[in-house]
């Protein structure tokens, strides 16, 4: 940050997209495997936020922009290191916001949903291992999921079109739309049908 500082003058934006996936059931889950997804996915925004957020308040301008999941907005059985995190972050985001604006400054929160990148081949960080519920419920999405997910280029263009809107809460794409209105407007029934699919995948 302070060589950006020092080479432009300014930060005018901050996407704040580090994130590891980290998934399981919790009962197969160690304290390592918690430790490390928080670290990453929850310290690394609030590492970021603490080093821009106050070169933005002195310039009086700036936009930070979180990166979160759906998995933050909604219930995700199997991922649920992973979205304790990732909900960390759309609170962090939408309550800064409130703090920011006095400043001048702006702050969103992106909330993909399934998003063709490599975190769905790469599982738990390799010193920790997978589990064995993760590889089944990963080899599952593959075959359902993946199927419709988004390219990044275009989600690119999205998230970027709704940051200049200056909107809070970025939430693509329309599948994923559809799914945090419906845990809104319905949230036991995508409850019920988060535990329908785990007995899918797993059994019981």
Known sequence: MQRVVGEHGRIDLLFNNAGIGMGGEVAELTLAHWDRVIDVNLQGVVHGVAAAYPVMIRQGSGHIVNTASLAGLIPSPMLTPYAATKHGVVGLSTSLRGEAARHGVRVSVVCPGIIATPIWEKGN????????????????????????????????????????????LIVATSHARTAWRLYRLAPRLLADCGSTMVRRVLGG
Do not use: F, Q, W
């Open 125 to 168: 960080p390799d010193d920790l291992g997978d589990t064995p519920s993760l590889r089944a419920g990963l080899e599952a999405a593959k075959s359902t999921l993946l199927r419709r997910a988004y390219r990044p280029e275009s989600h690119a263009g999205d998230v970027l079109a709704d940051v200049a809107r200056n909107r809070p």
